[in-house]
């Protein structure tokens, strides 16, 4: 038997593979089983009604989509009331994702939502679409420590930050999440991007730039987490373009401790259980007793055939 | 076996895989062979499946969010929604009528008898019908009529009366007669001749009130009929259903992409087509 939990901090969940924040919700339940997961991950919350960016809100795009949903929330009254008591309905621990334009409304939303249904607190400071011109806190280093510090001595609760892959240095804004206090990190939220309808020379989607998901991100990503990893002590979790079992392997092997998939909910809704039994399987076939095994257990040299192939003579 | 991108682990309809989702889950994700697949006119492909257990309670309405094989070198990267057309229980099958209007849809106009569709679904809300209701009345306009088909099974079993005004450009698009013409009664309202024109619609439902035979409305595939579904509807406090259409990203409730604007008490909202809808009440829609 491999053993599959992993823990994150102070977290223990019981396998790697959670789905990402807005990619999910209970009404997945029609088609999957949630109990499964290793943890259910709300849809961000900002404290007030939202009502999101105009439609159409996504188009596809080669190797993925580019969105724009504009975080639309019916704020945190109602997510308290209704949404948290639906997810307890299911095993798994519950991680709520909070949003805000400013620090002093970040520290009272993280006041707020740190009730004893929440077990962890993921800080959305990276969504690409909120700000019409995609800027947010997680491109600014000063900004994400003042705010993650702000967090941190407001709530217990563990607070897992979420990083953009749109800031220059994303490596220095980790390093300013963990030195805030940040249980962990997750790398990362979406890449801003823009598409144009050949038809109509206008923006393909409402709030014309987008956030850019799905396969076409990983390398992108997986490189930010392998690079992260090197850089802070505290767990990540890989989150970008996962849509089968190497993937997930792969983001392990660079430092990631756990996973997050959202475009593959769209594309294959049972794959994200197939992916569990997958691990697994593979696990138990590689001689891995534990999952955390797998953990930046990537080798830095490169394959030796290179080498050797650079050392042939030529012609 | 034909290709299977993706780590998708679906129920594969005829090979006895055990399904992966425990019975108390209503929709699956699975692999459907495809029965027959062919042209019904220049534009309207006409799919039937060999469906699994789960897709065979989809309800009338209900829609399944298909992943079509790319039409060109590229991939097809989201699913395109389409609902049902036609529920043959006895044979175990679904059957769709689309329209090709982009890659998604020429892409879904490759699959040949034999390939396997993959389908998610049931989805959705479908039609309600009530029982006490004599003689009803559906009006469509092109392949919104798709959509509405599966109201004559509902009909049928309920032993309802239907008026099925259908509209298209001409007579070669108007879909679903047969189907309706088993139940009740089909009016074909073309732009050819111009009997589709709004005012000459608007005398057939004004009659059909005067006669009684309008317990319910039922709508989909134009703004214009909506409209005056809605008003007249309102009217004349008759109650309706609309079938909406939105472009879609994961069809299950959590993403947010299919909202539409909704009119509840003098008050906005936006609504999720893929979980609140796609029928909606006629009153509450503001505009498709
Ligand atoms: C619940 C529901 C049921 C539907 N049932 C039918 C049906 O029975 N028969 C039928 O012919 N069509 C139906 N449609 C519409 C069908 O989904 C679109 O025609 C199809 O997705 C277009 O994809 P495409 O790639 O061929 O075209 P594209 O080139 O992507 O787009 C062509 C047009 O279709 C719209 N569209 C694109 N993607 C979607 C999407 N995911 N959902 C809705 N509209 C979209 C675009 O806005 C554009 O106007 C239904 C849509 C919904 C939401
Ligand atoms: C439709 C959509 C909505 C999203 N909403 C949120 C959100 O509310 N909060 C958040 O932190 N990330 C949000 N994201 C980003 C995802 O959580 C994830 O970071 C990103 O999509 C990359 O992962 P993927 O390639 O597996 O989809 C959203 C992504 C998509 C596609
Ligand atoms: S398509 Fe995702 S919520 Fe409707």
């Not at chain 1, 797998?294 to 830095?300: F, N, R, S």
């Not at chain 2, 780590?7 to 005829?14: E, F, L, M, N, Q």
């Not at chain 2, 692999?31 to 060999?50: A, F, M, Q, R």
């Not at chain 2, 209900?62 to 790319?70: E, G, R, V, Y």
């Amino acid at each position: 038997m491999v053993d599959m939990s992993v823990k994150i901090g102070s977290v223990t969940l019981q396998n790697p593979i959670m789905p990402a924040s807005g990619c999910f919700s209970t009404d997945l339940a029609q088609v999957i089983d949630l109990n499964r997961l290793g943890a259910l991950v709300a849809k961000t919350v900002s404290r007030e009604f939202r009502a999101g960016n105009p439609p159409p809100r996504v188009s596809e795009v080669e190797g993925g989509m580019i969105n724009s949903i504009g975080l639309p929330t019916k704020g945190i009254e109602y997510f308290l009331s209704h949404q948290v008591p639906d997810y307890k309905r299911f095993s798994p621990p519950l991680v709520g994702s909070i949003s805000a334009t400013t620090i002093e409304d970040f520290e009272a939303m993280a006041r707020d939502v740190s009730t004893s249904a929440i077990d962890v607190l993921e800080v959305n400071i990276s969504c690409p679409t909120r700000d019409p011109k995609g800027g947010n806190f997680a491109l600014h280093e000063e900004h994400t420590f003042n705010v993650m510090r702000r967090i941190r001595q407001t709530t217990d609760k563990p607070i897992w930050c979420k990083l953009s892959p749109n800031a220059g240095d994303v490596v220095a804004i980790a390093k300013s999440a963990e030195l805030a206090g940040a249980d962990a990190l997750v790398v990362s939220n979406t890449i801003l991007g823009l598409k144009i309808d050949i038809n109509t020379f206008r923006p393909a989607i409402g709030n014309k730039f987008g956030g850019l998901s799905g396969p076409g991100i990983k390398p992108i990503i997986v490189r930010m987490v392998y690079q992260c990893a090197k850089a802070v002590k505290i767990p990540i979790i890989g989150c970008g373009g996962i849509v089968k079992l190497e993937d997930v392997i792969e983001y392990m092997l660079a430092g990631a401790s756990a996973v997050m998939i959202g475009y593959l909910i769209f594309r294959n809704p049972s794959g994200i259980i197939a992916i569990i039994d997958g691990l697994q399987e593979w696990c138990a076939k590689r001689g891995f007793a534990r999952v955390a095994d797998l953990t930046g257990a990537m080798i830095d040299e490169a394959p030796r055939e290179t080498y050797a192939a650079a050392a042939a003579p030529i012609g | 076996m034909a290709h299977r991108p993706f780590a998708s682990a679906p129920y594969v309809v005829g090979k006895g895989a055990p399904a992966l989702a425990p019975t108390h889950i209503p929709a699956e994700e699975s692999l459907c062979p495809v029965v027959s697949h062919d042209w019904i006119n220049s534009e309207y492909k006409h799919l039937v499946v060999d469906a699994s257990p789960k897709a065979l309670a989809v309800k009338p309405g209900q829609f399944f969010n298909l992943l079509c094989p790319s039409p060109d070198a590229a991939e097809l990267w989201l699913r395109r929604p389409q609902s049902v057309y036609r529920i043959d229980r006895e044979n175990r099958r679904i059957e769709f009528l689309y329209k090709c209007v982009g890659r998604g849809t020429f892409g879904l106009a490759t699959l040949e008898p034999g390939d396997e569709l993959n389908m998610v679904g049931p989805l959705g809300v479908g039609f309600a019908i009530d029982r006490r209701w004599k003689h009803i009345v559906v009006l469509g306009r092109g392949v919104g009529l798709a959509t509405l088909a599966p109201i004559s099974q509902l009909a049928g079993e309920c032993g309802i009366g239907v008026t099925a005004i259908l509209s298209a450009r001409s007579a070669e698009f108007v879909m679903a007669d047969d189907l309706f013409g088993k139940v009740g009664d089909v009016i074909a309202v073309l732009d050819s001749d111009a009997t589709s024109a709004v005012e000459h619609v608007e005398a057939i439902l004004k009659r059909l009130i005067a006669q009684r035979q309008a317990d319910a409305f039922y709508t989909c595939g134009s703004n214009r009929l909506l409209q005056l579904m809605k008003r007249l509807g309102k009217a004349h406090g008759i109650p309706g259903q609309v079938a909406m259409e939105q472009v879609m990203a994961c069809g299950l409730g959590p993403c947010y992409v299919c909202v539409r604007t909704f009119e509840v008490d003098g008050k906005k909202e936006l609504r999720r087509v893929c979980i609140d809808g796609p029928v909606f009440d006629l009153q509450e829609a503001v505009g498709w």
